[in-house]
């Protein structure tokens, strides 16, 4: 029997484990909507294109499957482009289906016809213009195999009208065989033997643990090589939730705005291990000062990850689980009471914790920090939390201990504002029974605050935390520490009122201005069965540290 | 350091799209590409000629393995090869040079493709310093156009890529 290139398409993605799609209409994909209508995937109806794509990222970062979505041609496939830039810079994988103009209008300024291959291709995996029907089923299985293997990342398919009202026999292939796409699992042998002797001989080693250990789902074998060899960890943005925050080999998250236990230990450790990161300029500060000292194994999938930014004794090109696992098992046959060998270099490091430990004085007035310290408390680090851009993201980073791995969903190569928002949305579809909650700004949630709708259209008990300092705070302190307090064009004076705002949606608002309030505010939240927004009325000009300003070495961090 | 480097790719639309912006994103250079299709139809080889210090090359080379549409990429820097480039010139010919272009054309091994009352186009292939060289010599006589096919590059000894 034959079927329309819509059945076709949305069978194909049930056979990819598929239950649910995010996405918005238009001419082009009509007759998939209509297809929709006869199919047990499940559609969650955004209200912006762009937030399609990040509710389908938040889905994937906290599910660790691949979010799709779908849009029409034209303006609703533009619209994506800042979310698969998103999700290309943080590896997630993703299919985004565009809709296209008939095969026999493209190219001709057609309506509503946009290049969108041309437009996305530097911010895509990979990406297809289905020209047949009889190749639909086939794309669609390279496009999943694509976007999930290997380092994942977002693959767009773009599907002309008539490709998908033509009609063939649906057969979806088994496998794929790609001449040209053959991602490496296996570490190395001989490198990772090298590895391990540089590792056993290190007086002061370090781990360095970036997304790529989510995304591998290694968490469990890193936290057993450090543990076993007691080497302190420090995390990478994407990173955090990798190993556990609150663990005392735990130094938190490095760079710009990393703790100065862990810029400091990166500046005097003699091996750095890096897995899953990619040595972003965020993250070293100025190459000369970082781990200047210290001999550098590199684990990644990505074989043009290493030796991109900085120069690798030991490159290990695999899946971060694989040679984990091959490491794990060499350490295990050596004896050693790896603690008291460490005693120094962990003393050390302990002593800097002590020296300047994140620190900031809650007063009068509702300090950012604090907010984030007892959303930490209250849900005993067990929600998922996404953030938006800007101060919001750095403080989340700094004061909620992630100790889980997929529970931190935040843009992090990009820095979109207006991610965290639609995240959280994905991540709640994903997980109706956890808490799931963005950690926001006042500015960046008003980049996608239209998806207010949708958390009520699909009664979505989403929460939303405003740090709300009346500033597009980040850049505001940029100005205040290196052009003379310049404040130019960052100060929001106008917002909407975040409580009458919830209400106008259907959902509940919450607003505190005492520091008493803050807890009384969250766990109120927190009983609600509903998408709340809190409005935290903040310190106005709190900034945040420690700071490595741009181009500065690690060790040169700006304290409070 | 010029390197020049073979790649095995699908033949398919976007491919060179997707390597021309692997190069342009990265304010890497090509000094020459040169496309086309191997025995087998469904795959084209590419030779391209950049130029970049060992680490612009090495991520040249890994990114260009990174596109799933390439199938293999070898660099040949430091290797045996071979590689020639064609090249077509139209030369003025006034009846007082016309019989020195047609010794050093065939000095050279070229061969007139196109003969005028006032010019004679010459065909010439070969390497890097034969093409220089007859450029060089055919100058004075009045070059009006030069076409260059860009190198095409293939390893001595019996083995394929
Ligand atoms: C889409 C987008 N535009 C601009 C920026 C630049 N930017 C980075 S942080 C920031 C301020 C964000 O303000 P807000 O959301 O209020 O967060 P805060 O820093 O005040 O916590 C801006 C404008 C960005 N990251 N993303
Ligand atoms: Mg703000």
Redesign the pocket.
């Known amino acids: 029997m034959k079927k329309t290139g819509g059945q076709i398409l949305l069978e194909s993605l049930g056979l990819e484990g598929v239950d649910t799609i995010f996405g918005f209409p238009g001419g082009a994909v009509i007759g998939i909507y209509d297809a929709l209508l006869n199919s047990p995937i499940r559609h969650i109806l955004v209200r912006h294109e762009q937030a399609a794509v990040h509710a389908a990222d938040g889905y994937a970062r906290s599910s660790g499957k691949t979010g799709v979505c779908l849009v029409t041609s034209g303006p609703g496939a533009t619209n994506t482009v800042t979310g698969l830039a998103t999700a290309y810079m943080d590896s997630i994988p993703l299919v985004v289906l565009t809709g296209q103009v008939s095969t026999g209008l493209i190219g001709n300024d057609a309506f509503q016809e946009a290049d969108i291959m041309g437009i996305t291709r530097p911010c895509t995996k990979h990406s297809y213009l289905v020209k047949d029907v009889k190749e639909l089923a086939g794309t669609i299985k390279e496009a999943f195999y694509i976007a999930g293997t290997g380092r994942p990342g977002p693959v767009l398919v773009d599907l002309p009208k008539d490709v998908i009202a033509d009609s063939t026999e649906f057969n979806y292939p088994e496998s794929v065989n790609m001449q040209g796409y053959n991602p490496t699992y296996r570490g190395h042998r001989g490198q990772i033997q090298k590895a391990f002797k540089l590792i056993l001989k290190a007086n002061r080693p370090l781990i360095y643990a970036g997304g790529g250990v989510i995304s591998s789902n290694a968490s469990e074998e890193l936290t057993t090589f450090a543990w076993t060899l007691a080497i302190p960890v420090t995390n990478t943005l994407m990173g955090l939730g990798c190993f556990p925050g609150v663990d005392e080999l735990s130094l938190g998250m490095l760079g710009m705005h990393g703790t100065y236990r862990a810029n400091m230990a990166v500046t005097n450790c003699d091996l750095l291990i890096a897995v899953g990161a990619r040595f972003d300029d965020r993250v070293t500060g100025k190459i000369d000062g970082f781990a200047p000292n210290a001999k550098i194994i590199h684990i990644d999938i990505d074989p043009t990850s290493i030796s991109k930014n900085i120069r690798v004794d030991i490159p290990i090109v695999g899946d971060a689980k694989d040679v984990l696992k091959k490491i794990n098992k060499l350490i295990l046959e050596e004896k050693g009471d790896w603690r008291s060998i460490r005693r120094e270099w962990l003393d050390q490091i302990l002593q800097w914790k002590n020296t300047y430990p994140l620190a900031y004085e809650q007063k009068d007035v509702i300090k950012p920090q604090y907010v984030v310290e007892k959303i930490y408390e209250i849900t005993k680090g067990e929600a998922i939390i996404s953030t938006?851009?800007?101060?919001?993201q750095m403080w989340t980073a700094q004061y909620y201990h992630f100790t889980k791995p997929r529970t931190l969903l935040t843009s992090g190569g990009l820095?979109?504002?207006?991610y965290g928002f639609p995240a959280a949305i994905g991540a709640q579809i994903a997980f109706p029974e956890k808490t799931v909650i963005d950690i926001?700004?006042?500015?960046?949630?008003q980049?996608n605050i239209q998806e207010l709708a949708t958390v009520a259209q699909y009664n979505l008990p989403v929460k939303i935390a405003i740090?709300n300092?009346r500033?597009?705070?980040?850049?505001r302190q940029w100005q205040g520490l290196f052009h003379n307090k310049r404040y130019s064009h960052t100060s929001?004076e106008v917002s909407p009122d975040f409580v009458k705002l919830a209400e106008a949606y259907g959902a509940v608002g919450l607003r505190a201005t005492k520091p008493e309030e803050v807890v009384p505010t969250i766990e109120k939240a927190l009983s609600i069965p509903k998408a709340v927004i809190m409005d935290f009325v903040v310190e106005q000009e709190e900034d945040v540290y420690p700071m490595v300003p741009v181009g500065a070495p690690l060790k040169e961090m700006l304290l409070v | 350091m010029r390197h020049t480097i073979s790649a095995l790719v699908l033949n398919q639309p976007g491919v060179l799209a997707r390597i021309a912006g692997l190069f342009s994103g990265r304010g890497f250079n090509i000094e020459s590409l040169c496309v086309a299709e191997t025995l087998d139809p469904s795959v084209s080889r590419m030779t391209i000629v950049t130029r970049g210090n060992d680490q612009v090359i090495e991520q040249i080379t890994k990114q260009l393995n990174k596109l799933v549409d390439i199938i293999k990429v070898v660099d040949f820097f430091g290797s045996e090869y071979v590689d020639r480039e064609m090249i077509l010139i139209k030369v003025t010919a006034e009846s007082s040079s016309r019989a020195e272009i047609l010794r050093i054309t065939d000095i050279f091994r070229g061969k007139i493709v196109d003969v005028t009352p006032k010019s004679y186009t010459i065909e010439v292939s070969g390497d890097e310093n034969k093409i220089r060289a007859i450029i060089d010599l055919l100058k004075p006589m009045g070059i009006k156009e030069v076409v260059r096919t860009g190198k095409v590059a293939i390893s001595r000894g019996s083995k394929g890529i």
């Open positions: 938006e851009v800007g101060q919001n820095g979109t504002m207006g926001a700004g006042d500015g960046s949630i980049m740090l300092n500033y597009l705070g980040m850049v929001l």
